[in-house]
């Protein structure tokens, strides 16, 4: 048997649980931006919507076909697009505000603290995410899990725009953005 001495952890939706603090970002941006009197006929269509629209263009991105900021600047655009609306009248704070009010969401899948400080004690943790910088340090602090990490691991960082097996099978790509021992 191996003798584990790290231990790998995603973010999203493994720890801190996306899909929850996601939808209740969007309901509240819906209401505050009352989205209902744009011609937005209910919250339900307009969460299922933005979903369908934000994976497919975090694919794009993925996959090098838009960058960073057309993926922030024009989801939800889109989105308005996609529900049969005029994608002018998608508010124009309705993005910056997303960004700024969803990493700040604390929910996380049960047990998570519990768990991290059981492990912490035996091994070093590690978190790998495929987010951007700038969320991922907000969605780490406000949920006060950074404390368990020796390490932080963005896929920005590695000139990667997604932290495949393929990427984490190599040892060199470990060697040189993770360990400096394996």
Known sequence: MRNYKHIFFDLDHTLWDFDKNSTETLLELYNN???????????????????????????????????????????????FWDLGLDPETAPKGLSEDYIRMS?????????????????????????????????????????????????IIISEHTGFKNLTSEFLSTRQNLRKHFLKNV
């Open 33 to 79: 931006y009352n989205l209902a009197g744009l011609g937005v006929k209910t919250f339900e269509s307009f969460h299922a919507a933005y979903k369908d629209r934000n994976e497919m263009m975090w694919d794009e991105y993925r996959l090098g076909k838009i960058d960073k900021a057309t993926l922030r600047d024009k989801r939800f655009t889109f989105t």
């Open 103 to 151: 990493p700040a969401r604390k929910h996380l899948f049960p047990h998570s603290h519990e768990v991290l400080t059981y492990l912490k004690e035996k091994y070093k943790l590690h978190i790998i995410t495929n987010g951007f910088e700038e969320a991922q340090h907000i969605k780490l602090e406000a949920s006060d899990l950074k404390k368990y990490f020796e390490e």
